[in-house]
């Protein structure tokens, strides 16, 4: 069977983006997206010097990320290797782009679906070669089946050492270079300045990646050096593990000018999600949180509830539920194909996963909601639907776990961002959904009358999600050392570079430090204890919020190209 792949000559290229035009022309590429562009980096020291090109687009990996994250099957792999997209299919999720470890995709802005390289396919099944091939004036593009021991790509890949970008992502790339440089290779081995030889460096992605003030200025690093070995020399003390000197590993201890090492040209691209994921991840935790608080309560018999509120709290956890269905809807980029996701599932995304886990907790939600709230109307006796309660909480409850956590999953095939693939993310998700589901209802309780017992078992709830949440962030995801770089120097970004105010004043300082010296403050003074709760739990979400912000923002700030 037919296994395409493309090789790069990098001996024969010269830097001339004919492959570029070519592709642009071909496919009718709209300015300020590529499908194929030619990076630029530049090293030594003049008169030593060199420029490195590279040709980068999407490898059509053997095991594509991409097709695996997409909700509607919009990318997808034909039997012949090539990753083809389908723009009638996509939604605009901008799901597979945080995927691609590659930065090969992205989102056309006139017809708003996700796009890259498809190995010209139309040509391809009409036995022709791809556009950027033929124009080559070098004839370092080479394309072919690699499964064909007679191919020219199969002979030079059996013969020549090449490489590809990123092997460790176990993603099987099918883009083969020879004579690849590392600098090249590595988004980042090289510095971006602000500018480019053509042109001024606008992607938030790029500007300021390598340094932790998050400004695009380089922060010069203190050289201490308080110890002397036996022979006399000195002593440098040990870095930050996984960083580097936050520059290129080829630069230690010299300056740009002295050792150069700079992108000088490279595609630009834009962060796919904003504000809205973030958001989107507080709601539906609230919405789950509220939901499993009181579900706990009745199926444990915890606490005395009465249809009232009952009704009320669970009218919340649906308004929750419902704002982050409307989040998820408005961050498509067409979200007028939204009911595509339950038309013709991907059941291997955890995006259809997830939509048709909300689906099932809100219907279980809303049946129960619709119970109390009728008993509480005096539509039937309340006597009538007690024996029900602990069958909607113990049905409900694993739906509402599932609903808080099926994020992390998703987050785990976003195999562009290393930060976000932490097998912590579960436990900490269904933390933090207890931590706000207890702090909504505890801001509540000064408007909707409460038994003791539930208030006492809502701020336990809330103490101990504080937390244990606190010590999972220090201690878990920030405490110990990420394993890739990429995931380094994300997490740096968040505790020390340009986001670390979102984490230490928003998350630690308002999130959690100030609603645990709250509760101290309704153990002393019980009788403002419920407005001082309720200021607690505000002050909770919010402080989530900063820290989610950080969280989906920092690792789409690493470059991948």
Known sequence: MTNYGFLIDQRKCIGCHACSTACKSENEVPLGVYRTWVKYVETGTFPNTRRHFQVTRCNHCAN???????PVTAMYQRTDGIVEFDPKVCIGCKACMQACPYDAIYIDPDTHNAAKCHFCAHRVDQGLKPACEIVCPEQAIISGDLDDPNSLISQLIAREPVSVRKPEQGTAPKLFYID???TTLTPTASTTSSTFMWADVVSEQLVGHHHGNGNGRVKAAREVIPLTAASGAKIRPPREQGLGIGQSALMMGGRVAGHMVQTAYNAQHKIPWHWPVPAYLVTKGI??????????AVGLGLAPLAAPLLAIALFVSLLFIGITTGLLVFDLDKPHMFFTILTRPQWRSWL?????ILIGFTGVAGLWFLAEAGAAFNLWPEAAIAGLRPLFAWVGIPLAVMAAIYTAFL??????????????LPAHLLVQALMVGAGTLLLMAPFVAMPAEILTLLGWLFAGGLALDLFMLLLGEFGIPHASEVAARAAHDISHGRYRRHFWQGAIGVGHVAPLALIALALLAPALAAPLLAVAGL????????FEYAFVMAPQHVPNS
């Not at 919405?287 to 706990?296: D, K, N, Q």
């Open 287 to 296: 919405g789950s949180g509220v939901f499993l608080a009181i579900a706990v």
């Open 352 to 356: 259809t996963r997830g939509a048709f």
């Open 180 to 182: 690849a440089d590392q």
């Open 411 to 424: 987050f785990a095939q976003a195999e562009g961002r290393d930060l976000w693939q932490s097998p912590l």
């Open 539 to 546: 002050a909770a979400i919010a402080g989530l919020y900063a």
């Open 64 to 70: 594509p990320p991409c097709v695996r994250i997409c």
